[in-house]
């Protein structure tokens, strides 16, 4: 499980240095292969490692394709998904394509979501967080969440 928030830089090469903490993690789990896509609601990157991303690609390629919306969603994950794999030094190379998509230029941030992560440029993910401070969530909280203990 991937958890937590790292903040670093992007090099001139638009290279990301994987955190240490989740670099032996990922070497064990995938041996540094990951899948990198934009996600569909947020302009930030999702970022898989391989046998992760393979589980999300056999769920999406089962939708029906007839659905305009399933399909709107396979052109987005499934056709900006690109294969990446950490390098000696445990960086990856972003495709300029998916940084220029999250707005990612220099400063960035990366989330821990259980079995993978978000990438967010760093300005634009303290600003989300300064939105949700603000919100009362007691309000805009799902019925199904309302029971959650924590």
């Known amino acids: 499980m991937f958890r937590g928030v790292a903040t670093f830089n992007l090099d001139a ?8 903490k989740f670099r032996k993690h990922l070497d064990v789990c995938c041996e540094g292969r990951l899948v990198i896509t934009i ?3 947020d302009h930030c990157l999702q ?8 589980i999300v690609e056999e769920k999406l390629s089962a939708l029906p394709s007839l659905n305009p919306q399933v399909r709107r969603l396979k052109r ?3 056709g900006y998904a690109t294969e990446c794999e950490m390098d000696g030094n445990g960086r990856i190379l972003l495709p300029a394509k998916l940084r220029e998509f999250a707005g990612l230029d220099k400063n960035m941030v990366m989330i821990g979501q259980g079995n ?3 990438l967010w440029n ?5 600003e989300l967080m300064d939105e949700c401070l603000e919100e009362d969530f ?7 969440l309302e029971s959650l203990s924590i």
């Open 76 to 78: 987005m994950l499934l």
């Open 138 to 144: 007691g309000e805009i909280l799902p019925a199904e």
């Open 47 to 54: 970022l898989y490692p391989l046998p992760e991303w393979e």
């Open 39 to 41: 996600d569909h609601s």
């Open 116 to 118: 993978k992560f978000e």
């Open 122 to 126: 760093e300005q634009t993910w303290n």
């Open 13 to 20: 090469k638009g290279r990301m240095a994987v955190p240490a």
